[in-house]
């Protein structure tokens, strides 16, 4: 794979195990059919199986058309195929995201796959920031998404990577690779669509090509400086003590915001952070040992080496169904869960009522600190 980040050693880090399918995400559109075009070369390369995803949101009329588009060029490439239907459909960009990995998720845990990829592109990349710079965020986190990272859903996603290895790369880059290999790529009518805030900036940027050089230039320095902040909040995630109830142990009394807010995260059992600015008020209000806040379906304690971190008790956990509870155990015959009558008050409230449960929250941060460490793997625009 010449255009993107160093395949081989993306997916020997993330999915090494050959006899496992790697997933793809493709809609239609340029940047994930120029994704499919090179993925395919290189799993052929390496004999490596392909499970291709479509999901039909049934709000386009186009939508079961262009999934059968991208069925028949799955198969003539000799790759597994499978449309994904939104079942429940809302106009909400934010709800259609959230359905679409939720449904990527379940395919890939029935297949056996654990990683999936995408063609976001450095366009979304530049897009994304000015539109969160728009917004009064400062942090460099504005540079998303990241080359690597957990699934956005929990615990749906649980041990699913997503890998973007062509952010870096521009569209028009891509579609000038299509237009060689004489791809035809779906054009979705929203893309075009001033209603939303995306189009707006891509719009705005198209008319003003200086403008954009500088954004670019601008966003690929903050993707080196998150980088950094990444490769450090990894580094710290990999030295927190995660105990059997799933009580969070940080030895770290200078640990950041950002990191205390994923510790809140994997806390809560949930898929979201407490927002930035949240974080930053409560950890100044932590000012001695013993004192406790909570925040986003957390609580946080100061101690004298640094942070506790449990389930808030204000909240009812979660018994979801199949074998996970409470996005933080999952069933396992002869695991060693501390009884209820043997832990303490902030942690026994939010425990499974028998002893056949292991924690889950360690793996969950093991694989977070994977992906923030993740290196830039040298990615490249030319062919």
Known sequence: MKLGADFDALIARFSPNTDQSLAIAVSGGSDSLALLSLTDAWAAKHQRALIIFTVDHQLRPEAKSEAASVARLASELGHKHQTLIWEDPKASQSA??????RLICSAMHDHGASS???????????????????????????????????????????????????????RQTLQAHLRHREWAWADDPSNHSSAFERVKVRKFLDRHPRLKSQSIRFVRALQDQRYLDDLAL???????????????????????PRALSVLCRCASGTASEPRASAMRELVARLDIPGTRQTL???????????????????????????????GRFVRSEGASLPDPCDQGFLVRHASPSCGDWREIVSERLAHMALCYQTPSLNPVETE
Not at 124 to 130: C, F, H, I, P, Q
């Open 96 to 101: 259609a995201r959230d359905a679409r990995y």
């Open 296 to 326: 986003g379906g957390a609580w946080i304690q100061k101690t004298a080496n640094g942070f506790l971190i449990g389930r808030d008790p204000g909240s009812v956990p979660k018994a979801n169904t199949g074998d996970i509870f409470d």
């Open 234 to 256: 990894g580094r710290g995630l990999v030295q927190v003590r995660v105990h059997p109830d799933s009580l969070i142990e940080m030895n770290d009394p200078d640990a950041s």
């Open 116 to 170: 999936l990829l995408l063609g976001h592109t450095l366009d979304d990349v530049v897009e994304t920031a000015l539109i969160r710079r728009r917004r009064g965020v400062r942090e460099t986190s504005i540079a998303g998404p990241a080359l690597a990272s957990p699934a956005p859903v929990w615990p749906d996603g649980r041990g699913i990577s997503l890998l973007r290895p062509l952010i870096k790369t521009s």
